[in-house]
């Protein structure tokens, strides 16, 4: 056990340098010094708390993506619709605010109900997805990137249509909400305590249900190998709906948080990617969500810090995105050079 726990280690490093390597070479090709860049990336992310706030805004739907979508890989699906489970999230909770506004209901218990709506939101979404799959036959692959185009009109339909400012429709959103309904910040960081809260126990929930719970086990028996799964005696069908639901719910409070702690509004780009990023990250992780929280960090990290280098080395922000493309599909290598290793000292 531990001779395999250090040769998965050693694996996972041999792929952390490569793709750092590979990304160096890059560096170089276009005159920039990879050292510099890496330091700039770190100064960007972890230079200033207000910079780090940043990280952790950052951090929080991407934790809650991640947190989901290892319940749908443990079923064995994948869920690329997740990137429009988050944009319904923020769809359904921004329609839940904009019922209640007028209400007498206290600020707190509107929140709480827009945050909710946002989870039923993004589980009614992710449920079509499983409904094409189950009852339609129609990849989960397909199904969610087609729903994916769908939320993203919808969004864009909304803010220039039935929810558009008064008198104007622009890029810049719905009408903001008012501070009242926003959820809490840290005093001068665009960090809510509250968003980490719930980003927190959503990944908690998750890995005490994979690890510790008899619908854990039968979730990953499915994952595993559904036709045994079925023959054993699981309804498997049933918790391939189970799990779609269960990540449509985290990755609406994605959405939810968006809306209710970082926007204040809808607006186009809502989701900024986090689903797809998720993905990389749920990957990256083998699909244990005892890393989920240091791998969402850094990648957050990645993100936020990039964000300095057009301003002080004249490079495009999107290489971070190259740094964990590449770190992904090393990742993804190396754990099929070990497997098939591992077969062959068998």
């Given at each position: 056990?531990?001779?395999?726990?250090?040769?998965?280690?050693?694996?996972?490093?041999?792929?952390?340098?490569?793709?750092?390597?590979?990304?160096?070479?890059?560096?170089?090709?276009?005159?920039?010094?990879?050292?510099?860049?890496?330091?700039?990336?770190?100064?960007?992310?972890?230079?200033?708390?207000?910079?780090?706030?940043?990280?952790?805004?950052?951090?929080?739907?991407?934790?809650?993506?991640?947190?989901?979508?290892?319940?749908?890989?443990?079923?064995?699906?994948?869920?690329?619709?997740?990137?429009?489970?988050?944009?319904?999230?923020?769809?359904?909770?921004?329609?839940?605010?904009?019922?209640?506004?007028?209400?007498?209901?206290?600020p707190a218990v509107i929140i709480a109900l827009a945050i909710l709506g946002g989870m039923v939101g993004g589980a009614i979404w992710a449920a079509?997805?499983?409904?094409?799959?189950?009852?339609?036959?129609?990849?989960?692959?397909?199904?969610?990137?087609?729903?994916?185009?769908?939320?993203?009109?919808?969004?864009?339909?909304?803010?220039?249509?039935?929810?558009?400012?008064?008198?104007?429709?622009?890029?810049?959103?719905?009408?903001?909400?008012?501070?009242?309904?926003?959820?809490?910040?840290?005093?001068?960081?665009?960090?809510?305590?509250?968003?980490?809260?719930?980003?927190?126990?959503?990944?908690?929930?998750?890995?005490?249900?994979?690890?510790?719970?008899?619908?854990?086990?039968?979730?990953?028996?499915?994952?595993?190998?559904?036709?045994?799964?079925?023959?054993?005696?699981?309804?498997?069908?049933?918790?391939?709906?189970?799990?779609?639901?269960?990540?449509?719910?985290?990755?609406?409070?994605?959405?939810?948080?968006?809306?209710?702690?970082?926007?204040?509004?809808?607006?186009?780009?809502?989701?900024?990617?986090?689903?797809?990023?998720?993905?990389?990250?749920?990957?990256?992780?083998?699909?244990?969500?005892?890393?989920?929280?240091?791998?969402?960090?850094?990648?957050?990290?990645?993100?936020?810090?990039?964000?300095?280098?057009?301003?002080?080395?004249?490079?495009?922000?999107?290489?971070?995105?190259?740094?964990?493309?590449?770190?992904?599909?090393?990742?993804?290598?190396?754990?099929?050079?070990?497997?098939?290793?591992?077969?062959?000292?068998?």
């Open positions: 056990m531990i001779k395999d726990r250090f040769g998965n280690l050693a694996y996972q490093l041999a792929a952390l340098l490569l793709a750092f390597g590979v990304v160096s070479l890059i560096l170089i090709s276009v005159d920039a010094s990879p050292s510099e860049t890496y330091k700039n990336i770190f100064k960007g992310s972890f230079g200033e708390m207000r910079k780090f706030a940043e990280v952790l805004v950052a951090f929080v739907p991407l934790l809650l993506v991640t947190a989901g979508l290892l319940v749908t890989f443990s079923s064995g699906l994948w869920n690329i619709g997740v990137e429009g489970q988050v944009v319904l999230g923020a769809i359904a909770t921004t329609w839940v605010y904009r019922l209640l506004l007028e209400s007498s209901l206290p079509l997805a499983g409904i094409l799959k189950v009852f339609g036959g129609v990849n989960e692959i397909f199904g969610g990137l087609g729903l994916n185009f769908v939320s993203t009109a919808l969004t864009i339909y909304l803010i220039f249509g039935p929810w558009k400012r008064p008198g104007v429709a622009s890029m810049s959103g719905t009408v903001p909400f008012p501070d009242e309904f926003s959820l809490p910040l840290l005093a001068n960081l665009r960090i809510s305590p509250w968003a980490l809260v719930i980003a927190f126990v959503g990944i908690v929930v998750i890995y005490f249900m994979l690890q510790g719970t008899y619908f854990g086990l039968r979730l990953k028996a499915v994952g595993k190998n559904f036709r045994a799964a079925y023959l054993l005696g699981i309804p498997t069908w049933q918790y391939a709906m189970y799990s779609f639901l269960i990540c449509g719910a985290l990755a609406g409070a994605a959405g939810a948080v968006q809306v209710a702690a970082v926007y204040h509004r809808l607006i186009p780009s809502i989701s900024s990617g986090y689903g797809y990023l998720g993905l990389m990250v749920a990957m990256l992780i083998n699909y244990q969500a005892l890393w989920a929280v240091p791998v969402a960090l850094f990648f957050a990290a990645l993100n936020i810090g990039s964000i300095q280098l057009p301003i002080v080395m004249k490079l495009d922000s999107s290489l971070s995105g190259v740094l964990q493309g590449v770190l992904v599909l090393f990742v993804l290598l190396a754990a099929g050079v070990r497997q098939k290793f591992g077969r062959k000292a068998q």
